[in-house]
């Protein structure tokens, strides 16, 4: 879409924000983000929840092989990412979590 959009234009993510926060408003609050650049789109990102990032996907029914896992930052920070239809939205959730370096034992790896 090109030109200035109005609130109309991004009414399809706000109206699946509002059916999720009614069927799922149990579930940890994500950071939420909607754009004009992708106005069909709704972002749910998790910082350091991974547990929260879960019980979202297991309550989109997005199934865990539709779960992409990548390493950013040298290694310090695992991303989690998944996208799916709801509402007539896209629904794209993100999930950051820093890396814990294992702990060493008596010198053993």
């Known amino acids: 879409m090109s030109g200035n959009l109005t ?3 991004v009414a399809v ?3 699946a924000l509002r059916l999720l926060s ?4 149990h579930l940890s609050g994500p950071s939420v983000h909607v754009s004009t650049i ?3 789109r709704l972002e749910l990102t998790f910082y350091d929840d991974p547990a929260g990032f879960e019980a979202w996907r297991e309550a989109l029914r997005i199934a ?6 990548r390493v950013q930052n040298d290694g310090q920070t695992g991303v989690l990412s998944a996208s799916v239809d709801h509402a007539g ?3 794209r959730l993100t999930g950051y979590a820093d890396i814990v ?3 060493l034992v008596g010198g053993a790896a």
């Not at 865990?64 to 896992?69: E, I, L, S």
């Open 38 to 40: 992708y106005p069909e």
């Open 13 to 15: 993510p706000l109206r």
């Open 7 to 9: 609130l109309d234009d």
């Open 89 to 91: 939205a896209t629904v």
């Open 64 to 69: 865990p092989d539709a779960v992409t896992y």
């Open 22 to 25: 009614v069927d799922f408003g």
């Open 101 to 103: 370096a294992p702990v």
